[in-house]
């Protein structure tokens, strides 16, 4: 029992220090509050710390009776998520200290980071169900935390489709349930699990897991924001605060894909005769994905419906890796380790872009790309942060975006679907468009307004740390290739 | 069809003698019962205020953070009850998670107590 | 228990979960008061709780597997509700309505 907390240490961890917050916010002074995003900071470094100890310890296992494994793939994402939330804990400092709930924000957000990373380490029908509602209703509390109409709104239309996603994908995993007799996706030799059924062979069961692999896909699509499921996306973004709409775009994608991955690629099985359903599945989500993403962002003149946009269509790029695994047949898979590796990159691209335009935004008072006009001169620093994000979405090198989208363009290939990576490809030169739209505008359109533009030193360490990000896995991707390709290994 | 149908016997025959009972008392005190028939005991209330307004009337909406709080602890006794029936077999360890998990619905308690959502403003 | 399995077969509690699920998505799809479309979403999260009972009960009687799921489908249905409805009261309260075609601010 003891042995089993030790490895959930650091998810208990973000548990206590959210509660915490809660509670010691009750005591304090409205001037002390400007403490508590030390005490997030706190939380999330403990937690690394801990993952690092359990790393050195070699404590790699699975725990609680199969429900939760601590493995290369769990540590990678328990990295990713605490990396994000310290970065959105940074990024938010100022914007929280105008809120009248202050603690509140603060454990909504290490809640929401607690679900994801039991999200990515989840084994288990029930722990996946949970860790998903629990990261998924604190980040609909999030959406509609700003104390005005517009938010509100984008909170009900969140909660409202998050709920009905959430309703498909247990539909789903009733039938995985009845099929199998079990909610073990993996389960040790001789055990009744999910993967074990399926390995099987097809036994007259073919109609009602075909069913099932429908509903997660698409229940999970909503949440990794793919077409046909994206409608809250734009909506959301826009009306939520910034750090907020930053936090939803890197958080809750990579903890989709992680939790896809682990039922698509470590349950159903790339090589099992379902594989090549799921597979076409998502090709089909790319594909539409990439397309409806890229032409309806080019339409945007708010920057961060734009950013929606771009993130569904990223989405969509994902995807591709996704369809990439199971059509490889067998062995390590470069789809896999593709998807791990473009999460990572893409945490640091958009959240830069974010950031940046929490920044400008907030000088500007309004969110509309024709403000951007001669930002370059205004603020070169800051013009330059958003500039090199928005070159590493577009996939130019040498940014940390193109080699993510060469390696997941590679796994395709490897995998034959040339067809998607075709597609991909030029969806690509569909995005420079809007993308390097705004980089032109920053630089040659001149300026409306002067006066610079200087962020506070918690969100410049923030972009910093993005930007720097963003160039150094550019220039050396293989020690970071290396990790997710470690990571994806644990699952196959 | 048989033994499905067993178990229901007896909510059949409850139904039944419960109807006979309640048939029999209305009955009884419509046969027995003196009756006069005026204004006074067309009211409402006959040995009361004249009700005022309309016999629909909405809840206050203050009531809503209440029925949340209770909705916590509804919710608790739903795995407080296979908890209770089960807790002694599992040994000690069932018994000190419930006491967290219950110390943790408390904090939420305290929390909204704090928050003054007990006090009728 | 043993009784009711032999007696009814397993389809017909698939086919009123079904039916149950279906009814919720029609709901959804057509209700126009936020209300009724949380309404709807309940019947589809039940809809799936009936299932997990069912399979439960017929497809491995000696783990209760399938009825925890469901009770914890219970409670976080609880939570998305309370939740839900305290949107819609803070939307009512600057819109005076709880109508979703008419909160309709954010646009394409």
Redesign the interface.
């Known amino acids: 029992m003891l042995e089993d907390l030790d490895r959930i240490g650091p998810v208990l961890i973000l548990m206590v220090s959210a509660g915490g917050i809660l509670l010691v916010d009750l005591a304090l002074h409205e001037r002390d509050r400007r403490w508590l995003p030390f005490g997030a900071l706190a939380g999330l470094a403990a937690a690394a710390i801990w993952t690092v100890v359990l790393i050195l310890r070699g404590r790699e296992a699975v725990v609680f009776s199969g429900t939760y494994s601590l493995d290369s793939f769990s540590i990678f994402f328990n990295f990713l998520f605490l990396g994000v939330a310290g970065l959105v804990v940074l990024a938010s400092a100022d914007h929280v200290r105008r809120l009248r709930y202050q603690g509140e924000f603060w454990t909504l957000l290490l809640l929401a980071t607690t679900g994801m990373m039991l999200l990515a380490g989840a084994r288990d029908l029930i722990l996946i169900f949970v860790a998903l509602e629990l990261t998924s209703i604190s980040q609909y509390v999030l959406a509609g935390f700003l104390k005005d109409d517009r938010s509100s709104e984008a909170g009900l239309k969140y909660i409202i489709l998050g709920a009905i996603a959430s309703a498909v994908i247990l539909y789903g995993m009733a039938f995985l349930f009845g099929i199998s007799g079990t909610t073990k996706l993996v389960a040790p030799e001789g055990q009744a699990s999910i993967f074990a059924l399926i390995a099987q062979g097809e036994s007259g069961t073919r109609a009602a897991l075909f069913a099932a692999m429908v509903m997660l896909g698409a229940g999970f699509s909503f949440k990794v924001a793919l077409v046909p499921f994206q409608m809250w996306v734009p909506d959301v973004y826009e009306a939520a605060a910034t750090p907020v709409a930053a936090f939803l775009s890197v958080g809750s994608k990579a903890a989709g894909f992680a939790v896809l991955l682990r039922i698509f690629y470590e349950g159903f099985g790339p090589d099992s005769f379902i594989g090549s359903d799921w597979s076409n599945l998502f090709a089909a989500f790319a594909v539409v994905s990439m397309t409806v993403g890229n032409v309806m962002a080019l339409l945007q003149t708010n920057i961060k419906r734009m950013l929606g946009y771009s993130s569904i269509a990223q989405a969509g790029n994902i995807a591709i890796g996704v369809a990439a695994i199971a059509a490889s047949g067998g062995g390590v898979s470069l789809g896999a380790s593709g998807v791990t590796f473009f999460l990572a990159t893409y945490v640091f691209t958009n959240l830069g872009a974010f950031f940046a335009v929490i920044v400008i935004s907030q000088r500007l008072g309004s969110d509309a790309i024709a403000g951007y006009a001669g930002m370059g001169r205004r603020a070169p620093l800051l013009a330059a942060a958003l500039a090199i994000c928005l070159v590493s979405l577009t996939g130019i090198p040498p940014t940390a975006g193109f080699v993510a989208k060469l390696y997941i363009f590679n796994a395709a290939v490897q995998s034959d679907l040339v067809w998607l990576v075709i597609v991909g490809v030029l969806n690509t030169a569909v995005s420079a468009y809007y993308y390097l739209r705004i980089v032109s505008h920053m630089y040659v359109s001149p300026a409306p307004d002067e006066g610079d533009i200087v962020p506070s030193p918690w969100l410049a360490a923030a972009l910093l740390t993005t930007s720097v990000g963003v160039v150094a896995i550019g220039l050396v991707p293989f020690p970071l290739i290396k990790a997710a390709e470690r990571a994806a290994s644990a699952l196959g | 069809m048989q033994l499905l149908f067993d178990n229901y016997v007896a909510v059949l025959l409850a139904t039944i003698i419960g109807s006979i009972l309640v048939l029999s008392a209305l009955l009884a005190s419509r046969l027995l019962a003196p009756f006069s028939e005026s204004r006074q005991k067309r009211t409402t209330y006959e040995c009361g205020m004249v009700p005022i307004g309309r016999v629909r009337t909405q809840v206050h909406i203050r009531y809503y953070l209440f029925a949340i709080l209770f909705l916590i602890f509804d919710v608790e006794a739903v795995f407080l009850f296979p908890w209770a029936v089960t807790f002694v077999d599992i040994g000690p360890v069932a018994f000190y998670e419930m006491v967290l998990f219950i110390l943790i619905l408390g904090s939420g308690l305290v929390y909204a107590w704090k928050k003054g959502v007990l006090q009728w403003k | 228990m043993e ?2 399995t ?3 077969p397993l389809e017909h509690f698939l086919v009123l ?1 079904a039916i149950l ?1 279906s009814l ?1 998505v029609y709901g ?1 799809l057509t209700r126009r008061n ?1 209300v009724l ?2 309404m709807s ?1 309940e019947l ?2 039940n ?2 709780s009936v ?2 009972v069912a ?2 009960a017929y ?2 009687p000696e ?1 209760f ?2 009825i ?2 469901a ?6 249905a ?3 509700a ?10 009512f309260r ?2 005076k309505t709880a109508n ?1 075609d008419e ?1 309709d ?2 646009k ?1």
């Open positions: 009784a009711v032999q007696q009814i979960s699920f919720g959804v936020a479309i949380l979403i589809m999260l809809a799936a299932n997990m399979f439960a497809t491995s783990q597997i399938g925890i799921f009770i914890f489908i219970i409670t976080i609880a939570a998305e309370g939740l839900a409805l305290a949107i819609i009261l803070r939307i600057y819109r979703v909160i601010e954010l394409w």
